[in-house]
């Protein structure tokens, strides 16, 4: 998993479509209250899938991302230079999900969705280098390792099937509220991580040994968890299936939108919307022969070799650890369960109508899940604009996100139809460098609503003497 992914990251799913008015069921993943008044008599999703790779210190372009992935230049460049390494891949499908129209008022959603995201947090490079491989001549010794930060690598992986009932609270003159609610029945496909916190310690090396290594010298000190649950292998789709726990979440949000026109085609002047999303979490079964927390206290000497661990796989890492008298069992080394937080986030966004088919919509995401558990998985907040044109069967969208992982990144989505591709860093990427990558690309089948024609006079007249 290191090797394949090396820790990149993307942490807006679907950009730019996310707040379009003709996503149809796609857009109440982002906010249930959209199943209510939506565009569409009933929509078919087939499905969508966004991937998104990205770091915080690897750069690459266009036209060198092939060879990039195809080599070990990324790897080479996310460990090159000081500095922690931060980075996180995050895979989502939208499986076969549809939502209906029940009336002016209400309706309903019915979603699948598989989910995956591999993490790197305040990874010091240079140690994780020590262990995958030898460094000699890429640190000058002794080097200095001093992190109160909680370093961690966390894998997860689950499946979603979501009912979402939304309303029409309000719709009074120029005022218009709605309301949703999706409940969501949680397949846990697995969770694994490895945690170095509290860690203060010296990398030295002996030259004159044998086979030279790199040793954590006598005096370096931490914590050092590490956690198996589950049978995920790798973010695989058919690997993301495979429920090994179940748990139960929820997302609930809220429209306001500003009428004065009344006018079919574009309903609203501007819109405010406000959810919470990812609320609950997986009960896990730990692997209790793979699982447990240590103290490190480095007394041997010339220290703790870190080729002990070189090829070594995560799950057996405990065995490594239990027989070295460097590192003593915690009092919890042997819980059998684990409670894994879903990625919950605050969503708010804000959208205008400025002319014809031309909307404007900011916005932010911003985190809330508990980051210092380190097998809990989690989006990087961030700020995005998106200038589009929407209409009934065309739409361009330009999505401008900065995130506090990868920062400034720029791309489009083309929607022609029941057909929607596209990236939100490829405008990044073509014309200078970017932190990451991304691809989204779905299909939906949907029967709109037909048009109407503004009120007549009559009428307007009538609501006035009322």
């Given at each position: 998993?290191f090797?394949?992914f090396?820790?990149?990251?993307q942490?807006?799913?679907f950009?730019g479509t996310r707040?379009g008015?003709y996503t149809g069921?796609?857009s109440?993943?982002f906010?249930?209250?959209?199943?209510a008044?939506?565009?569409?008599?009933f929509?078919?999703?087939?499905f969508?899938?966004?991937?998104g790779?990205?770091?915080?210190?690897?750069?690459y372009?266009?036209g060198?991302?092939?060879?990039?992935?195809?080599?070990?230049d990324?790897?080479?460049?996310?460990?090159s230079g000081?500095?922690?390494?931060s980075?996180?891949?995050?895979?989502?499908v939208?499986?076969?999900?549809l939502?209906v129209?029940?009336s002016?008022?209400?309706?309903?959603?019915?979603t699948?969705?598989?989910?995956g995201?591999?993490?790197?947090?305040?990874l010091d490079?240079k140690?994780?280098k020590?262990?995958?491989?030898?460094?000699n001549?890429e640190?000058?010794?002794?080097?200095?390792?001093?992190s109160?930060?909680n370093?961690?690598?966390?894998?997860?992986g689950?499946a979603e099937y979501?009912?979402?009932?939304?309303?029409?609270?309000?719709?009074?003159?120029p005022?218009?509220l709605?309301?949703?609610?999706?409940?969501?029945y949680?397949?846990g496909?697995?969770n694994t991580?490895?945690?170095?916190?509290?860690l203060s310690?010296?990398?030295t090396?002996n030259?004159?040994?044998?086979?030279?290594?790199?040793?954590?010298?006598p005096?370096?000190r931490?914590?050092i968890?590490l956690g198996v649950?589950g049978?995920?292998?790798?973010?695989e789709?058919?690997?993301l299936?495979?429920?090994s726990?179940n748990?139960?979440?929820s997302d609930?949000?809220?429209?306001y939108e500003y009428?004065?026109?009344?006018d079919?085609?574009?309903?609203y002047?501007y819109?405010?919307?406000?959810?919470?999303?990812?609320?609950g979490?997986?009960?896990?079964?730990r692997?209790?022969t793979?699982s447990?927390?240590?103290?490190?206290l480095?007394?041997?000497?010339?220290g703790?070799?870190?080729?002990?661990?070189?090829g070594?796989s995560?799950?057996?890492?405990?065995?490594?650890?239990?027989?070295?008298?460097?590192?003593?069992?915690?009092?919890?080394?042997?819980?059998?369960t684990l409670?894994?937080?879903?990625?919950?986030?605050?969503?708010?966004?804000g959208?205008?109508?400025?002319k014809?088919n031309?909307?404007?919509?900011?916005?932010?995401?911003?985190?809330l899940a508990?980051?210092s558990?380190?097998?809990?998985?989690?989006?990087?907040?961030g700020?995005t604009?998106?200038?589009?044109?929407?209409?009934?069967?065309?739409g361009l969208y330009?999505p401008?996100?900065?995130?506090s992982l990868s920062?400034l990144?720029?791309?489009t989505?083309?929607r022609?139809?029941p057909?929607y591709?596209?990236?939100?860093s490829?405008l990044?990427?073509?014309f200078?460098?970017?932190?990451q990558a991304?691809?989204n690309?779905?299909?939906h089948i949907g029967?709109?609503?037909?048009?109407?024609?503004?009120?007549?006079?009559?009428k307007?007249l009538d609501?006035?003497?009322?």
């Amino acid at each position: 998993m290191f090797f394949s992914f090396s820790g990149w990251s993307q942490s807006f799913s679907f950009p730019g479509t996310r707040q379009g008015n003709y996503t149809g069921v796609q857009s109440v993943l982002f906010n249930p209250a959209q199943a209510a008044d939506s565009r569409y008599k009933f929509d078919f999703n087939l499905f969508g899938l966004n991937v998104g790779l990205a770091n915080n210190k690897a750069s690459y372009s266009l036209g060198s991302v092939v060879s990039t992935f195809s080599s070990n230049d990324a790897l080479n460049s996310l460990f090159s230079g000081d500095g922690r390494i931060s980075g996180q891949l995050q895979l989502d499908v939208l499986g076969p999900s549809l939502s209906v129209s029940l009336s002016d008022k209400s309706g309903f959603a019915l979603t699948t969705r598989v989910r995956g995201q591999f993490t790197i947090t305040d990874l010091d490079g240079k140690l994780a280098k020590s262990i995958i491989n030898d460094v000699n001549s890429e640190i000058v010794f002794p080097y200095t390792v001093s992190s109160g930060n909680n370093m961690r690598i966390n894998t997860n992986g689950w499946a979603e099937y979501g009912l979402t009932y939304a309303r029409v609270l309000m719709d009074k003159g120029p005022h218009f509220l709605k309301t949703g609610l999706t409940f969501k029945y949680l397949a846990g496909a697995g969770n694994t991580y490895l945690q170095i916190d509290q860690l203060s310690g010296t990398l030295t090396n002996n030259p004159t040994a044998p086979n030279p290594s790199v040793y954590l010298a006598p005096g370096s000190r931490g914590v050092i968890g590490l956690g198996v649950s589950g049978g995920l292998g790798s973010l695989e789709p058919a690997d993301l299936l495979k429920s090994s726990s179940n748990g139960f979440g929820s997302d609930v949000g809220l429209v306001y939108e500003y009428r004065p026109n009344q006018d079919f085609n574009h309903p609203y002047k501007y819109r405010l919307s406000v959810s919470l999303l990812d609320v609950g979490s997986i009960k896990y079964q730990r692997e209790l022969t793979s699982s447990g927390t240590y103290s490190m206290l480095v007394q041997s000497s010339p220290g703790f070799d870190l080729a002990t661990l070189q090829g070594i796989s995560l799950a057996n890492y405990k065995q490594v650890l239990s027989s070295n008298p460097n590192f003593t069992p915690a009092p919890n080394n042997n819980n059998p369960t684990l409670n894994v937080s879903l990625p919950t986030s605050l969503q708010v966004y804000g959208d205008v109508h400025l002319k014809n088919n031309v909307y404007l919509s900011a916005g932010t995401q911003i985190s809330l899940a508990n980051r210092s558990n380190p097998e809990n998985p989690f989006v990087y907040s961030g700020f995005t604009i998106t200038p589009r044109y929407e209409g009934r069967g065309l739409g361009l969208y330009i999505p401008v996100n900065y995130n506090s992982l990868s920062k400034l990144a720029i791309g489009t989505t083309l929607r022609l139809g029941p057909v929607y591709v596209g990236s939100g860093s490829i405008l990044s990427a073509l014309f200078s460098q970017s932190k990451q990558a991304d691809i989204n690309v779905g299909f939906h089948i949907g029967i709109l609503k037909p048009k109407k024609t503004a009120p007549t006079i009559i009428k307007v007249l009538d609501e006035e003497e009322q």
